[in-house]
């Protein structure tokens, strides 16, 4: 038997150590920065705000215990334009299945295309050798357990590998999550489940290093007639750790009392990153009956709002759109196909967009 009190206090604890880890002296120091990406196309839409909603395939990065909320049988794939005109490309495919018993098993792939970058040497510094690619792929397996209708948590392993054709390096990350969901009106006959909260922890793990032959470099020793290979050292470096926490509530806007076509979703979350400043969002969702549902946030950082101080190309704004059309199988149980898209504004660059699609199977029997 698993006990909750044990896992909420040991997340807690190690949260708390990870709050106070990082310093603005840090920030840039952390590698493997695509683990800090969130290349889908639906909770993209809202920052950090969404992530005590978020469920399904996507809570593979936002927070992994809302993959116990996917139906039955859950696809996804999104590809990203990451800062349009940068020549960078997300690929993220998932997929979820529940098991029973409140049991949910995911496996999420996300792969970078870089463009191709010309090779340049001391002696050919205007190229002429021909293009390399670096290559970015993290495989994640998750697990998630529904105790009830309250309480959710899950855990993801990642394998994170990064590289050029001659360097590389590898590792493994570890996410845990909770959320949390409660009904403010028990009475209520229409709108249930209501209050949300969700607390992650993102990207623990071992430090990693590059290896390979592109780190060794050929040397004529002095005085000598003859060359012999130097390998340089390199340092390790961290994981780009991340604590982050949400909360949303759901108000329902339909005027009838037996009615709940129309939702408002208010979220807010606070993202405490160990190597680069903190992040809060704030964000609204508006859904129509299931069937269409558009996205507004806002993601603060320190300094966001003056050029000469921003410290990313983000600007802040997010925005997306979702739509939900339902079908039957064969078989004649309802699924639903999903498209998703969601919008970052920067400066430069000409934002970040993402394309998604999901399929849901069998979702009346789900949960």
């Keep these: 038997m698993i006990n909750l009190n044990k896992i909420a206090l040991s997340l807690a604890l190690a949260s708390s150590a990870v709050a ?10 952390a590698g493997a920065q695509q683990l800090v990406v969130n290349g889908w196309g639906r909770s993209s839409g809202l920052g950090w705000s969404g992530m005590s909603t978020v469920r399904g395939v996507e809570a593979s990065y936002m927070n992994i215990a809302g993959l116990s909320k996917a ?9 990203t334009n990451w800062l349009s005109g940068s020549g960078l490309n997300i690929n993220s495919f998932g997929f979820a299945q529940q098991l029973g018993n409140g049991n949910t098993l995911g496996v999420s792939v996300q792969q970078w295309g870089v463009a191709p970058i010309t090779i340049t040497t001391e002696d050919q510094p205007y190229g002429g050798l021909g293009t390399y690619r670096v290559s970015m792929t993290n495989i994640g397996v998750g697990y998630a357990r529904k105790f009830n209708d309250q309480i959710s948590v899950g855990m993801m392993f990642r394998g994170v590998n990064e590289g050029i054709p001659d360097a590389r390096a590898l590792g ?13 009106d028990p009475t209520s006959t229409v709108k249930k489940n209501d209050i949300h909260f969700g607390i992650v922890l993102k990207n623990i793990g071992p430090d990693m290093r590059h290896t390979g032959d592109g ?5 004529v020793v002095q005085n000598g007639d003859y060359t012999k290979t130097v390998q340089h050292r390199v340092d390790r470096f961290q994981l780009p750790t991340v604590l982050a926490m949400s909360a949303a509530y759901d108000f329902r806007l339909d005027g009838d009392p037996d009615a709940y076509y129309h939702r408002l979703t208010v979220g807010a979350g606070f993202a405490n990153h160990a190597f680069q400043a ?3 969002s704030l964000g609204l969702e508006y859904a129509y009956n299931n069937f269409i549902s558009t996205r507004l946030g ?15 190309a983000y600007t802040g704004l997010t925005a997306g759109l979702s739509l939900d059309i339902p079908f039957s199988t064969g078989s004649g149980e309802k699924s639903n196909l ?17 394309f998604g699609v999901r399929i849901d199977l069998n979702y009346e029997t789900a949960n």
């Design 20 to 29: 106070f880890a990082g310093n603005p002296d840090r920030q840039g120091q």
């Design 71 to 79: 139906n039955m049988t859950e696809a996804a794939f999104t590809r």
């Design 172 to 184: 493994v990350s570890l996410d845990a999550g909770v959320m949390y969901t409660n009904t403010s």
């Design 215 to 219: 780190l060794s470099t050929k040397a």
């Design 278 to 280: 903190n992040e809060t």
């Design 298 to 312: 806002f993601t603060y950082q320190e300094g966001i709002f003056n050029y000469d101080t921003r410290i990313t």
């Design 338 to 354: 999903g498209i998703d898209y969601s919008y970052r504004a920067t400066n430069p660059f000409g934002g970040t967009h993402s």
